[in-house]
């Protein structure tokens, strides 16, 4: 074949690998979510000329196609692989591997977002809370506390964050727990710690708040395996994760009731562990206003907790200790709707908040 039928059949193979590479991401099959990356996939775009002239359309279009282009999974992994491995890039898409690990770089710390934060939390307190309440405040330190600096990425200084953010609260008795973990306390593809490594944590925090917690936990290892957030968002191939869970006889007996949605719920909720997010299983994920009951409580002494997603997997710890515990995220509920639904007297309140929402805290109402 000479030169110039090598040329005629390389453009018409290239055509036609482009126009059927049209074609599919035009008409085939579409996903609406990407399971990998949790989350809503764009939407094709109204055509209309008002969307045409003004430029949206096409600038819609362009995240429309890059997410249902065909085979993209597996061009995201190449992609991420080629940055990594020989461009020597120290993350793709934010994430970073690091002595077996997946972590989201989390740098400089924020202090404007810590103010904001404070200032959040000290609504509640003037607004809510008297001499009778004991308050305490916990930042839960992210893997990157463990991972970032020794690894070579960029890394804030997380004693120094701690204390900054146990100044501006300054009317909440701040609750160190950063010596107690480590990597390994934390899953090697998600964001947050692991329920089975965590007792010596909820052991310092009950004792500083003054209660027992009663140390009888049996652990359990979920049957499927467990891809964290971070698997989907490194597009990277990684082993998957084994999720444990704690239980005890308060565990078991308590009752837990979902404000949010008017329901009882389980403390583990077995339908959400094999869902999208098996870390949901803990008290049913994100959900805004939750109480527990212990029928068999010691005490009647009450906890009201606010907090993120960390405190999902370390509340059931808190069970024997309290009477009622109230879990609060007013990333999804304002602070003037909780006189509702809570009762604040005898109470003691944490609040349990991981660098990661603290450093990002517009999140929080």
């Known amino acids: 074949m000479d030169v110039k039928k090598k040329d005629i059949v390389l453009c018409i ?22 399971e990998s990356e949790r989350r809503m996939l764009s939407a094709m775009p109204e055509l209309s000329a008002e969307n045409v002239w003004s430029g949206r359309f096409m600038a819609d279009f362009e995240g429309y196609a890059a997410d249902v282009f065909p085979f993209r ?14 461009f020597a890039r120290q993350d793709n898409n934010g994430i970073y591997t690091a002595d077996g690990f997946l972590a989201a770089m989390e740098y400089p710390m924020n202090r404007d977002s810590l103010v904001h934060a404070a200032e959040r939390f000290r609504y509640i307190y003037e607004k809510y809370l008297t001499k009778e309440n004991k308050v305490y405040l916990c930042v839960i330190p992210d893997k990157n506390c463990f991972l970032a600096k020794e690894s070579g990425h960029p890394a804030m200084d997380y004693e120094d964050f701690e204390k900054v953010m146990a100044g501006l609260a300054d009317f909440a008795e701040y609750i160190s727990i950063s010596d107690l973990l480590e990597k390994e306390d934390y899953y090697r593809t998600d964001t947050h ?15 500083a708040m003054g209660t ?6 049996e652990v359990h290892r979920l049957e499927q ?4 957030v971070y698997y989907g968002q490194a597009a990277l ?9 704690v239980t005890g006889e308060d565990i078991n007996n308590c009752q837990v009731y979902d404000w949010q949605n008017g329901k009882e719920i389980p403390v583990y909720d077995m339908e959400k562990a094999a869902g999208r997010d098996p870390y949901e299983m803990f008290l049913s994920g994100s959900l805004s206003l939750l109480t527990i009951e212990n029928p068999d409580a010691r005490t009647d002494k009450k906890l009201v907790i606010f907090r993120d997603s960390f405190g999902s997997g370390i509340a059931p710890y808190f069970i024997s200790g309290y009477a009622r515990i109230t879990l609060a995220d007013i ?11 809570t009762d604040f007297g005898n109470s003691d309140v944490l609040f349990l908040y991981s660098t990661l929402v603290l450093n990002n805290s517009d999140t929080l109402r």
């Open 73 to 86: 999974d597996s061009f995201r992994r190449i992609k991420a692989l080629t940055a990594l491995n020989i």
């Open 212 to 217: 027992e917690l009663s140390g009888a936990y």
């Open 225 to 228: 395996d467990f891809y964290g």
């Open 331 to 341: 990333r999804y509920i304002h602070p003037d709707m909780l006189e509702r639904f």
């Open 13 to 34: 193979m290239s055509a036609l690998l482009f126009a059927g590479g049209f074609f599919v991401c035009v008409f085939g099959p579409k996903d609406k979510y990407s």
């Open 237 to 245: 191939p990684f082993e998957p994760d084994e999720l444990w869970y």
């Open 193 to 207: 710690w692991r329920q089975e490594k965590i007792g010596d944590v909820a052991g310092r925090l009950a004792s």
